[in-house]
C-alpha cells in the first residue's frame, strides 16, 4: 500500500515534465503526407542557365525553415512578466526555449510547415529550470508546469487566385538592408479551462491574447540563390492571462513573454547542454521536427489543461487510495 503510494506521489512531482510525451494525443495525421527532402516542390523562374528567382512563398520558407526539408531550430531566451492594475510591473520567471521543424512537400499538394515549440521556465536570478516557484503576488509555492506544444503546423496551399495576395497573407517590410517577417494575432476563442471547472487556474472562460512575431533576415542572404535557408532573427512578443500554473483565478492582471532569439547553423545539437539534457530526458518528442502534417495544432491551455488533469486525476487516485487504507 504506501508503495503504491510513493509511487504516485514521484508521478505527481513529475507531472509537469510529461508534456513531451502526451502531446501526440488526438492528433490526426494527413494521409500520405511525409517530410520529403527529394521533392522540395519550389517555385522558381528561369532567367538562365543555372539561376533561381525565388517567390515570396519561397523565401517566408527560407526565413522560416529549409526548402529542402532539413530540420531547423529557433532557440530563444527572454522574460516573464507580472503586470497588475496600479503596479509596478515584476519579473516573474525568465523563459528558454526553442522551436523545432521543417517543411514538408507533398506532391501539388503543399507546402507545410511542421513544427513542434517548447518553453521552459527559469528562476530568472540562477537561470536553474524551475520545478516548484514561489508566486510573488499570492506567496504560495507552486509547481511550475512547462508548455510544450506539438504539433504547430501550417498548411501553407493557396489557390491560383489567392497568390497575388500572399504579401498580405505572409507580411514583410523591408528596413533598410534588413527585411522583417511579422505577424500580429488576437486569439479570442472559449477556454479550454473554464472556471466553473478550473477556478484557481483559470481567469476567465474566454482565451484571448496578443501574439507578436518578428523574423529579421539580411536582404543580401534573401538575395543569395544558393541559400535554400537564410540566417534569421527571431522576436516575440506575447500578453497573456495568468498562467494556469500560477492560481491567480479570476485575479485582474497579464503575464507578458518578452524574448528574442535566431536560428541555430547547427540544430538541436546547437542549443545549451542544459537545454538539450533537459529535453532529452523530460520532452524526447521534442527532439526532432514532426514527420507528416497532424492536426488539430496544439494550444498553449490546452498543454495546460493536459497536465491539470494528470495531477487532479493522480491526487484523486491517492485519495482513493487513503480512503481503502482506513475502512
Same mark, same amino acid.
Given at each position: 500500500?504506501?508503495?503504491? /503510494? ?11 515534465? =510529461? ?36 517567390? +515570396? ?48 512537400? &507533398? ?20 537561470? *536553474? /529550470? =524551475? ?18 506544444? &506539438? ?7 493557396? #489557390? ?6 500572399? $504579401? ?13 517577417? +511579422?505577424?500580429?494575432?488576437? #486569439?479570442?476563442?472559449?477556454? $479550454? ?24 533576415? *539580411? ?11 537564410? #540566417?534569421? /532573427? ?49 520532452? $524526447? ?10 492536426? $488539430? ?22 485519495? &482513493? ?7
Amino acid at each position: 500500500m504506501r508503495k503504491k /503510494i510513493a509511487s504516485i506521489l514521484a508521478m505527481l512531482a513529475a507531472l509537469a515534465l =510529461l508534456q513531451g510525451q502526451i502531446s501526440d494525443a488526438g492528433r490526426t495525421p494527413r494521409q500520405g503526407g511525409k517530410a520529403d527532402s527529394a521533392n522540395s516542390g519550389v517555385e522558381t523562374v528561369d532567367t538562365g542557365p543555372g539561376v533561381r528567382c525565388f517567390s +515570396h512563398l519561397d523565401n517566408y520558407l527560407r526565413v522560416r525553415a529549409d526548402l529542402k526539408g532539413r530540420e531547423t531550430v529557433f532557440h530563444f531566451s527572454g522574460m516573464a512578466y507580472g503586470v497588475t492594475p496600479g503596479d509596478k510591473r515584476r519579473e516573474l520567471f525568465a523563459v528558454e526555449g526553442f522551436t523545432i521543424g521543417r517543411v514538408m512537400w &507533398d506532391g501539388e499538394d503543399g507546402p507545410y510547415l511542421l513544427e513542434k515549440e517548447l518553453l521552459l521556465w527559469q528562476d530568472h536570478r540562477t537561470g *536553474e /529550470i =524551475l520545478n516548484k516557484w514561489r508566486n510573488p503576488y499570492t506567496n504560495k509555492d507552486v509547481q511550475a508546469l512547462h508548455l510544450g506544444l &506539438d504539433p504547430v503546423n501550417q498548411r501553407l496551399v493557396f #489557390p491560383e487566385e489567392e497568390r497575388s495576395l500572399l $504579401p498580405m497573407i505572409l507580411p514583410s517590410q523591408r528596413l533598410c538592408k534588413q527585411v522583417v517577417w +511579422h505577424r500580429e494575432l488576437f #486569439p479570442n476563442y472559449p477556454s $479550454p479551462l473554464p472556471r466553473r471547472d478550473y477556478p484557481h487556474n483559470s481567469q476567465s472562460d474566454t482565451f484571448q491574447a496578443g501574439e507578436f512575431t518578428q523574423y529579421i533576415v *539580411e536582404q543580401s542572404d534573401l538575395d543569395d540563390v544558393r541559400l535554400d535557408s537564410v #540566417p534569421a /532573427i527571431f522576436t516575440f512578443t506575447e500578453v497573456l492571462p495568468w498562467l494556469p500554473f500560477m492560481e491567480m483565478g479570476d485575479a485582474p492582471g497579464n503575464v507578458i513573454l518578452v524574448c528574442r532569439g535566431c536560428k541555430l547553423a547547427g540544430g538541436f545539437q546547437d542549443l545549451p547542454e542544459e537545454i538539450k539534457d533537459f529535453t532529452r530526458q523530460q520532452f $524526447p518528442a521534442f527532439t526532432t521536427a514532426p514527420e507528416s502534417y497532424t492536426e $488539430p495544432n496544439d494550444t498553449p491551455w490546452g498543454s495546460f489543461k493536459r497536465q491539470l488533469d494528470l495531477i487532479r486525476a493522480a491526487q484523486q487516485e491517492i485519495l &482513493d487510495l487513503m480512503e481503502e487504507e482506513y475502512e
